[in-house]
């Protein structure tokens, strides 16, 4: 087997891992504020993959074009975990999670035709609507809140993350690590100057933040990030934001199996649409002369 086979399976099981946040979440303490989750958060995530790239030597001599770039990718760590606090402490779960999908694999096509050059044919078209469409229909009894200001939070936190992992792939050069060390670690000094401009007040201090709960968050996120990267290196922007959409099944199952949470007929409906439409662009199609 080729190496860039991987690229597809990698996709899919980091979006299991990204599919166990919502549980992890709730192991981390309410009371430390959201730009303190995001300086932490950012700050471990991008040391954890410093020490592997260190221990691999998987660093190379950055380009002068590049760091930009790798600007840009730390700001969008930041935008995308940032808003994404703020738009699910706001707004309906449902609401939140169609916003952040279906903004993600939109950004990804923006990217991945205007950028990267990739084919944009009818297959992929379709896959793209049938996606959206099967995640209205899964949040379509939360459609009440759109009217909310925080909608804007969702549409940037997943347009954020969108545009962080596909331009990760014009970062190619790099190994992964390389380029996941950077971006989290350029998104941990960024976060420091908005902790300051928030204001955000915290109950607890330095010494008594409760680490292990983060460090098994982030150990789980290093994992999720690497194998989203290392997909993406691989696949297509256009079909590797469709096939992370998988992440919404594993969540319905984790949810079936953890929390006895049983999904209804429109939740099973909108899955079947997502399943089609990531799979759809995967297949091979033969052309009749």
């Known amino acids: 087997m080729k190496k860039n086979h991987y690229g597809l399976p990698a996709i899919i099981l980091a979006s299991f891992f990204f599919a166990t946040f919502s549980a992890l979440n709730r192991i981390v303490p309410q009371s430390v504020g959201t730009f303190h989750q995001l300086l932490i958060r950012t700050f471990l995530m991008g040391s954890i993959f410093l020490i592997i790239g260190f221990i691999r030597r998987d660093f190379s001599k950055i380009l002068k074009k590049d760091y930009l770039l790798i600007l840009l990718r730390g700001l969008f760590i930041i935008g995308d975990f940032a808003t994404f606090f703020i738009a699910i402490s706001h707004l309906?779960?449902?609401?939140?999670?169609?916003?952040?999908?279906?903004?993600?694999?939109?950004?990804?096509?923006?990217?991945?035709?205007?950028?990267?050059?990739?084919?944009?044919?009818?297959?992929?078209?379709?896959?793209?609507l049938l996606a959206v469409v099967g995640l209205g229909i899964m949040y379509i009894n939360n459609l009440g809140a759109f009217v909310s200001i925080f909608v804007i939070f969702a549409l940037f936190s997943g347009f954020s993350y969108g545009l962080g992992v596909a331009s990760s792939k014009s970062l190619d050069k790099y190994s992964v690590t390389q380029v996941n060390s950077m971006a989290f670690l350029c998104a941990a000094f960024l976060s420091i100057p908005?902790?300051?401009?928030?204001?955000?007040?915290?109950?607890?201090?330095?010494?008594?933040?409760?680490?292990?709960?983060?460090?098994?968050?982030?150990?789980?996120?290093?994992?999720?990030?690497?194998?989203?990267?290392y997909g993406f290196k691989h696949v297509e922007a256009h079909k590797a934001s469709l096939?992370?959409?998988?992440?919404?099944?594993?969540?319905?199952?984790?949810?079936?199996?953890?929390?006895?949470?049983?999904?209804?007929?429109?939740?099973?409906?909108?899955?079947?649409?997502?399943?089609?439409?990531?799979?759809?662009?995967?297949?091979?199609?033969?052309?009749?002369k």
């Open 92 to 128: 309906q779960i449902g609401v939140t999670l169609f916003l952040f999908y279906a903004s993600v694999i939109i950004s990804n096509y923006i990217y991945g035709s205007l950028v990267l050059h990739e084919k944009l044919d009818k297959v992929k078209i379709f896959s793209l």
């Open 194 to 229: 908005l902790l300051f401009i928030s204001h955000e007040q915290s109950s607890i201090t330095f010494m008594s933040i409760p680490f292990f709960p983060f460090f098994i968050w982030s150990g789980v996120g290093v994992l999720a990030f690497y194998l989203i990267i």
């Open 243 to 288: 096939i992370s959409l998988s992440e919404i099944i594993f969540a319905i199952f984790i949810g079936l199996l953890i929390y006895n949470e049983i999904p209804t007929l429109q939740t099973i409906i909108g899955g079947i649409c997502i399943i089609i439409a990531l799979a759809l662009p995967n297949l091979k199609w033969k052309s009749k």
